[in-house]
Every structure is written in C-alpha cells, then in structure tokens.
C-alpha cells in the first residue's frame, strides 16, 4: 500500500541558509501534518491542512511556512535557519473522519551547521 | 501542565512478561486516542487505537481507556525483544494529535 513519502530524506544547511521539505500523502487521504522532533523529544506539532486549507498551528516559528497544493502535496519552507532546527521533520497525512488515525512518513532529518 | 503525560521511563521488563504503560490527558472533550510505536530514528508507527471506554485487544496488545480518570494504557503481553522501542501516547483533540513525551521500553532477553 502506498505510504506517506517526504522529500528529501537529509539535508544538510548552513546557518541562516533556507530549506524546503516535501510530503507526498496516502492517496485521498485529505489532511496533512508537520511535526518536528528534536533529540529525545516528542514529536512537536507544527501546522496542518485539510482540503488545502490550513486547518490549525502549533508551534511553528514565525520563519517557516507551508502550504499544501492542489494535487494535496505539502511543502514545508524554512528560512533563516538556526542550529536549533536541526532535528527530524515529519508529515503525517490522515482521512477527515475516519478516527484521526496519521499515517507517518519516514521524516525528513535537517542538519543545520 | 502538559496536554498528555506519560509515566517517564525508562522501563525495563524480562522478556515473556507483562509491559505496562500509561497515559493521562487533560482535554475532557479528547475523542481519540492512539499508542504509536517508534524506533530510534524511525517514524512513530500506529499501533492501537481506541475510542471508547474499556478494553480493546489486538494480538499480544491492549489499550485501555478510562475517559472519567482521564487515563489510557497500553499493555503488551508475552514481551518480545523486538518489542524495545519508545511508545507515544497521542491524543486526538481539536484538528491536532498531541503526543506525550514517550515511554522508552526496553526488553530483556
């Protein structure tokens, strides 16, 4: 069965640098969501969509931004980054409805230097 | 307070025996809830999840959920090495899943 798919699996930036993370969701799964999990932490909930729409926020600094496409694809932007980014990046995408039950990608891991 | 709270860890259990994690929530209104499993450096994997009070069983695992106590656990019987991993208690409440901070488990063989 189809997966959640980010891209790219690791990027490596330099401070101050910008970055981009994509998340391809399940197949006709309608929401998406970014999370961020530093070393030894939970994962951080940053920002959804639902339909395209953002639908909630969370922790996500003022320097990032996302969208999601029509084709339901997100993308994750960073900029100005910090050493303090450095951690792995999840999307997860979910069926509105059905529970609330995400599906994760594999991550995205930014090393930021 | 956090918004999901698991007991802190790390847990040790032989293996064969009885691994028992919990879990309190503060939203009252929470609907879902859902126990994922994650390997070091892996994505959470979706393990249980359970709506309604009481027991839900699937193979060697239980969830328990006590909306009243704000309270949900997981039980994993007849533990199994491969079973070490850090366990996230997530919590379904508005348009966002909220995780608690994890329970690292480690099984001894």
């Known amino acids: 069965a189809a997966g959640v798919i980010q891209s790219p699996r690791h990027l490596i930036k330099e401070k101050r640098e910008t970055a981009t993370l994509k998340c391809y969701p399940i197949?006709?799964?309608?929401?998406v969501y970014w999370y961020q999990q530093g070393p030894g932490q939970d994962p951080q909930f940053l920002i959804s969509f639902y339909e395209k729409m953002q639908s909630d926020k969370g922790s996500i600094p003022d320097r990032f931004s996302a969208q999601q496409f029509s084709d339901y694809h997100s993308e994750l932007n960073m900029s100005s980054l910090e050493l303090g980014d450095s951690a792995l990046y999840f999307c997860?995408?979910?069926?509105?409805?059905?529970?609330?039950?995400?599906?994760f990608g594999e991550g995205s891991r930014l090393t930021v230097l | 307070q956090k918004e999901v709270e698991q007991n802190s860890g790390p847990l040790s259990v032989p293996e064969g025996a009885i691994a028992s994690l919990n879990c309190t929530y503060s939203d009252r209104g929470s609907q879902s809830f859902f126990w994922y499993r994650q390997y070091s450096g892996k994505s959470p994997e979706l393990i249980m999840s359970?709506?309604?009070?009481g027991d839900k069983e699937d193979g060697r695992f239980t969830a328990q959920l006590n909306k009243a106590s704000q309270y949900v656990s997981l039980l994993i019987r007849d533990s199994q090495p491969s079973d070490s991993a850090t366990y996230l208690c997530a919590v379904h409440g508005a348009q966002k899943l909220v995780f608690g901070q994890g329970t690292r488990l480690t099984i001894n063989p």
């Open positions: 197949p006709r799964h309608d929401t």
């Open positions: 997860a995408s979910s069926l509105r409805g059905f529970g609330g039950e995400l599906f």
């Open positions: 359970i709506y309604s009070n």
